[in-house]
């Protein structure tokens, strides 16, 4: 098949490396130049496990190449994904404006292509978006009909950074949304390569499915941070607690990790926006609201014990070890770092922050409000107080001992050696 994918962030630069290594000819566009030159020279512009090697080797094959020019790659093939970003409002609600911009342009290609061209909605768009946006769009600039000259469909996407190619190839379940019998099976053969569920729903449905999935992972894991900071108060290990609960299989084990919670760019965003969504619509999501309450507690709830434990800030040596949002990404996006190194500026504190990879986005936020350290033992040398925010495996053995005081709060239950400091759990 001959597919366009629009959009090169994480979905579309996966969707359109992971198509072509399944052997469809693939073009990815974009509107930004120097993304697509360097896609085109072999460099991903996002940090992504295997990527490079995989970009590498369809660009060799030559069934794969990014452009700026979305008309002359529409007009030319099979089917279109639509994967542009959906960031949020100042007050969380989504912004469509990427996605109206798109469909124009996919519209005025549609227009001059002979074949029954199908457009795939990728992007994580709020129930309706595709029927009562995308397709007016579509069908106003081709003068064509949605079902009847074109296929429309809406397939989210369940991509973990760090494993998102993974996630690609073998995904747990395959949503196509539309209600036309030819799209559904062209996309079935496209998307589900190997054998895996695959479900067919309306637009509205699809469209809500990836909505509900993120909102009940964010939910886990509040929920487990709630139990968490019960169980600290009862001088109960929240990890002991919830390795039982998570073994009856109505629960399962994945997502029960306690301590700074959730952040990324779709957790937080995804929440927000359906949370907004709602109200809109006349609904009180009181569920949803504590779900993100909970979730920026945590990140006060650590400034707050290094607060009681110093008695005041100002002025101290902090290090903060871990500006990633989880380990495994140079992504700081809504990652809990950020919110605490904030609060700690606030309150006069020195921030020495370390990371294994994000230090250089750390820098385009705080620049010369804090210190850069190279290495954990530069962020800890004659440090007040230590705050381990992410998970990153070289966390889990430290030497603490040039810190001026030994006290440690983790965020995150990685730290293995816990002798011969004050070592303070978030929630256990
Ligand atoms: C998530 C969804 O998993 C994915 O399906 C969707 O397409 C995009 O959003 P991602 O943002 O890459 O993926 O992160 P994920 O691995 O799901 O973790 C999200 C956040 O939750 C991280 O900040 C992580 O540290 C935190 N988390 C996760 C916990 O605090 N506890 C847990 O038990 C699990």
């Not at 069934?63 to 949020?88: E, H, M, Q, Y």
């Not at 989504?94 to 124009?104: A, G, P, R």
């Not at 006349?282 to 309450?293: I, Q, R």
């Not at 922050?353 to 962020?379: C, H, Q, T, V």
Request: one cysteine or more; aromatic letters at 8%.
């Amino acid at each position: 098949m001959k597919i366009t994918v629009a959009g090169t962030g994480y979905v579309g630069l996966i969707t359109g490396v992971g198509l072509a290594s399944q052997g469809h000819d693939v073009t990815c566009v974009d509107i930004i130049k120097e993304k697509v030159d360097k896609i085109n020279s072999g460099i991903t512009p996002i940090h992504e496990k295997d990527l490079p090697e995989l970009l590498k080797k369809v660009l060799e094959r030559g069934n794969f190449r990014a452009t700026l020019n979305l008309k002359s790659a529409v007009k030319d093939s099979d089917i279109t994904f639509i994967c542009v970003g959906t960031p949020s409002r100042e007050d969380g609600s989504i912004n469509l404006q990427y996605v109206e911009d798109v469909s124009k342009g996919i519209g005025e290609a549609i227009k001059e292509n002979g074949k029954y061209h199908i457009v795939v909605v990728k992007s994580t768009v709020i129930p309706g978006t595709t029927e009562s946006v995308v397709t007016p769009i579509l069908e106003k600039y081709s003068g064509k009909r949605a079902g009847v000259d074109f296929g429309i469909a809406m397939s989210p996407e369940f991509l973990r950074e760090g494993k998102a190619l993974e996630d690609f190839m073998h995904p747990d379940r395959v949503v196509i949304g539309t209600s036309d019998q030819k799209t559904f099976e062209t996309l079935k053969d496209v998307l589900a390569f190997e054998q895996t569920h695959v479900i067919k729903t309306s637009l509205k449905s699809a469209e809500m499915i990836k909505y509900a999935s993120n909102a009940f992972l964010a939910t886990k894991i509040s929920f487990i941070n709630e139990i968490g900071n019960i169980c600290k108060k009862l001088g109960i290990d929240s990890y002991e607690v919830a390795k039982a609960v998570g073994m009856d299989h109505r629960i399962s084990p994945h997502f029960l990790r306690s301590g700074l919670g959730f952040g990324g760019s779709c957790l937080p965003k995804d929440v927000k926006a359906l949370r907004e969504k709602a109200k809109s619509i006349g609904y009180e999501p009181k569920l949803l609201d504590s779900v993100l309450e909970v979730n920026q507690f945590q990140r006060e709830q650590m400034v707050k014990i290094a607060e009681e434990k110093l008695s005041n800030l100002n002025g101290k040596k902090i290090a903060v070890l871990g500006v990633a949002f989880k380990a495994y990404t140079d992504d700081i996006r809504e990652a809990p770092a950020i919110d605490i190194i904030k609060m700690l500026l606030e309150k006069g504190a020195n921030v020495f922050a370390y990371d294994s990879e994000a230090l250089e986005n750390a820098r385009k936020i705080f620049g010369d409000k804090i210190n850069y350290a190279d290495s954990p033992g530069e962020a800890l040398e004659s440090a007040d107080i230590c705050l381990i925010v992410t998970e990153w495996p070289e966390f889990k053995n430290l030497d603490f001992s040039k810190m001026k005081n030994k006290i440690v709060i983790d965020g995150r239950n990685i730290l293995e050696n816990r002798n011969g400091i004050d070592y303070v759990g978030l929630c256990w």
